[in-house]
């Protein structure tokens, strides 16, 4: 019971601290509608072609929310030492980064409901599988959440996670088949396409938006799990490596 009681407050005391922040939220609230505006708006294909594009304004959204705050909030609070303080409360080290990173999974998954109200109000949806579109963003979060996570614990400075992030969120951006098929890149690039965990979310999402998945949902759903567990342990294990032992 205490463990689950020390994971709320922490989690509580996040929400306080970072994500509720006036200018947090409103930056959550802009970022999504300034990418939805520029492509629903700027795309020149009409109303009809919103569906297509909803998958990757989607996971921009979700992608932008979690690394931009979580990378920043690790490191920041490994640097000014209130991080050292945690790992007094009696919780295990998974079950604390866990409650650390749980705000971060929330925020992320709140930015996605701006593209698909504005996407409401534009044009019918009625054709959607929400059933397959709620669990791929909450899946889009936690393994975003966790590549943030890995970021934060992977550098010393504030400036220098918003920088590795870059290194990461820009590339996906044109190599996760987000606005065009991954067919369509070089076949260079194409193999980089599969060990980014983004581009099994997106296909979920085209596939219960759209109907075109590249792959079976199953497998998209198994690999972006497996990359959550993944970038998951790696990070504890660089925090056990750097930060405790």
């Known amino acids: 019971m205490k463990k689950w009681v020390a994971f709320w407050n922490i989690l509580l005391k996040d929400m306080r601290a970072y994500y509720l922040k006036p200018p947090n939220i409103s930056w959550g609230l802009i970022l999504p509608v300034a990418w939805t505006g520029m492509f629903f708006i700027k795309s020149g294909s009409g109303l009809e072609k919103i569906p297509a594009l909803l998958p990757g304004v989607i996971a921009i959204s979700v992608l932008f929310g979690t690394t931009s705050m979580l990378a920043v909030t690790i490191t920041f609070e490994k640097k000014n030492r209130s991080f050292d303080r945690l790992l007094l409360a009696p919780i295990s080290l998974n079950l604390l980064m866990l409650a650390k990173t749980a705000g971060a999974m929330l925020f992320g998954s709140a930015n996605a ?18 059933v397959t579109v709620l669990p791929a963003i909450i899946l889009i979060a936690i393994v975003s959440t966790f590549l943030g996570l890995f970021i934060a614990v992977s550098v010393s400075e504030v400036f220098e996670a918003q920088t590795f992030s870059n290194f990461f969120r820009f590339p996906m951006i044109f190599l996760c088949g987000l606005f065009f098929p991954i067919d369509s890149l070089p076949i260079v690039l194409r193999p980089l396409s599969y060990i980014l965990p983004l581009t099994y979310g997106v296909d979920i999402l ?16 198994l690999i972006i799990t497996c990359f959550c567990m993944i970038l998951f342990y790696v990070s504890l294990r660089n925090i056990n490596r750097k930060w405790i032992t």
């Open 206 to 221: 085209r596939g219960a938006i759209t109907g075109m998945n590249m792959m079976p949902l199953g497998l998209d759903f």
């Open 113 to 130: 409901i701006v593209p698909i109200a504005l996407a409401l109000f534009l044009t019918d949806l009625s054709a959607i599988s929400w």
